[in-house]
């Protein structure tokens, strides 16, 4: 049979039933698992035997999530974590440890900046901010003997600038350390960046993926590409013998899965944040419809900034499906089916124009969310970024003035309708 195309994926990969077997996926409620042994178990717990010991490590219905999103990413292991934020925190920790140094692009979404910058020099991991357009020099400059890794958004949120994955992978391998992108924003439909050369990507499942606005949730995907062994002595979790299991070695008993096999025998055993597996059963499920749900997403959103730039309001939009984005060009490149539903833009007026338009919004709702098949809109400086400074909103991309605009599954004509009626609300408010 020929390799399936995404949509064929989204719905069978990661569950394949048997004769008689249930065609949904199955959801397996169960926090344990019997054995027939205490041989067996033992086996088990020193990683000789695969299989099943406790959901707090692994669950057979997160198994299966998290191997339909590994196909639909092109990589060779994968798992699922309670929230975006575990996935982004365990991709890095399972490589960089206090006295370690990892870079990171600027423009990230707000709760990563603040992991990062706060939480992460807590922990004794110092990371390094730079501009994902500052030139290779500047780049290269970032890198110490101790640095273990280059972070970066695909699509940054919420200032939707498309990073150059392939120049950021090539500057990450030329200094031995592996390129982590957050995909949550273009999702595999519209962006695969282990195309391009990144070795590992996360996703906060909260969004797109289940896309319907009821689980959060994280995942973490390995394309089995970086090699480990080849710079031992920067990764020696991964490559020395780790005492809590014999002194086995992950990249020799585990080959490609070792870095996934180690954040979930290591990080998920000792820090503990798995997905429940009932998020996990949802978000297979929103997983089935994310290929029509992306296309239609893509076609609506490009109609909304369209007509957004007819508005004689309009003080700037970024949106890099519009072809005069400054985006545009790398957005062709990375994702050239589409760019998602999101949009920054800022209205003249000021805030009370601005609050007023939000405030007037019908159809489109306030709310923290993003990604998801309801529109919503969100001022992040005084919303999700508002523990920033003026000087970390600049680093991070955020104007002050940007509103944030997430397109859902509704009538694009319904969308505008309510957009022009808000603004004639705000119009009138001012008047
Ligand atoms: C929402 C988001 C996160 C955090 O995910 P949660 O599921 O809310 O913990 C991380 N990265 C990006 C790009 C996001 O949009």
Not at 110 to 139: P, R
Not at 350 to 355: C, H, L, V
Request: hydrophobic share 40%; aromatic share 8%.
């Amino acid at each position: 049979m020929k390799k399936p195309e995404l949509g064929t994926l989204c719905i069978h990969a990661g569950y394949t039933p048997g004769n008689g077997e249930p065609r949904q996926m199955p959801l397996i409620q169960s926090t344990t698992f019997k054995y027939d042994s205490s041989d067996a178990m033992g086996r088990l717990f020193d990683l000789e035997d695969s299989g099943y010991f406790y959901t707090r490590l692994q669950n057979p219905t997160n198994d299966m999530v998290a191997a339909r999103l590994t196909a639909l990413e092109g990589g060779v292991a994968g798992m699922l974590t309670s929230s975006g934020q575990a996935a982004n925190l365990f991709a890095c920790h399972n490589i960089c440890q206090a006295g370690d140094h990892m870079i990171s692009t600027a423009a990230i979404y707000g709760g990563t900046f603040n992991l990062f910058a706060a939480s992460f020099a807590k922990m004794g991991i110092e990371v390094t901010f730079v501009d994902q357009n500052a030139s290779d020099e500047e780049l290269h400059a970032a890198f110490r003997p101790n640095t273990k890794l280059l972070f970066g958004e695909t699509l940054t949120n919420p200032g939707v600038q498309v990073l150059d994955i392939r120049r950021m992978a090539r500057i990450a391998h030329e200094h031995g350390v592996p390129l982590i992108v957050d995909n949550t924003f273009p999702t595999p439909i519209n962006c695969r960046p282990f195309e391009f050369g990144a070795d590992i990507v996360t996703h906060s499942t909260t969004k797109y993926l289940d896309g319907h606005g009821t689980t959060v949730g994280g995942a973490i995907i390995d394309s089995g590409n970086f090699d480990w062994d080849a710079h031992a002595s920067k990764f020696p979790g991964l490559t020395s013998p780790d005492p809590t299991y014999h002194g086995l070695v992950f990249t020799k008993a585990f080959g490609k899965a070792a870095y996934i096999t180690k954040a979930t025998v290591v990080l998920m055993r000792d820090l503990g944040a798995i997905q429940a597996p009932q998020n996990a059963f949802y978000l297979g499920l929103g997983i089935q419809t994310l290929n029509v749900r992306m296309k239609f997403i893509n076609n609506s959103a490009l109609e909304v900034a369209k007509y957004l730039q007819s508005v004689p309001e309009l003080k700037w939009i970024h949106y890099p499906g519009l072809e005069n984005d400054s985006y545009h060009t790398l957005a062709a490149e990375y994702m050239p089916g589409g760019c998602s539903g999101v949009m920054a833009l800022a209205l003249e007026g000021g805030r009370d124009f601005a609050n007023k338009f939000m405030d007037s919004l019908k159809l489109i709702t306030i709310e923290t969310h993003v990604d998801d098949c309801h529109s919503c809109i969100l001022h992040p400086a005084s919303h999700t970024h508002r523990q920033l400074n003026e000087k970390q909103l600049a680093e991070a991309g955020v104007d002050p003035d940007l509103m944030r605009l997430s397109i859902g599954l509704e009538d694009p004509k319904d969308i505008i309708a309510d957009i022009e009626q808000a603004l004639q609300a705000a119009r009138e408010f001012l008047a």
